[in-house]
């Protein structure tokens, strides 16, 4: 099959499937003799999983070691589902860390309220405690 069927079949784009090419996370297809790709059926399993695990947050070394113990004839099932594991921990803290920040934001908005909107040297407004956000980061 050519790039088009396979990015079809797969729901990936043509320009990703010759970028995971190039960083070999899918090996260099064989060529026709009018220099067009040809793919084989297991190409499409192999971009069907390195797409989903790219849309699951994995990184693309994190899908280079699935597909390299693939190859080498070890099951990756137990490296997934840590894998998993760890990004969903990964996902539970990001979104502490995010909830905090809007609480925050939410606060800093509350207060910005009462202050002047016509301060522009910014001593006596909201954009002076926004900056000593950027002073309370670096102390931490």
């Known amino acids: 099959m050519e790039i088009h069927e396979l990015a079809d079949q797969t729901g990936v784009p043509a320009k990703t499937i010759r970028y995971y090419e190039a960083i070999g ?24 999983l390195a797409a989903g695990a790219r849309r699951l947050g994995f990184s693309l070394d994190d899908i280079t070691e699935i597909l390299a113990m693939r190859d080498g004839g ?5 490296t997934v589902l840590d894998m998993l594991a760890r990004k969903a921990d990964e996902i539970h803290i990001r979104i502490a860390e995010l909830q ?7 606060q800093l908005y509350v207060l910005g309220l009462t202050f002047p909107v016509d301060d522009v040297e ?12 950027a002073i309370t980061q670096q102390e931490e």
């Open 74 to 78: 070890e099951a990756p099932c137990r």
């Open 100 to 106: 905090r920040m809007e609480k925050e934001l939410r």
């Open 122 to 133: 910014g001593k006596n407004c909201i954009c002076h405690l926004v900056s000593q956000r």
């Open 25 to 48: 996370v899918l090996p260099q297809p064989r060529r026709k003799l009018n220099g067009y790709r040809a793919y084989d059926p297991g190409d499409v399993t192999r971009v069907k």
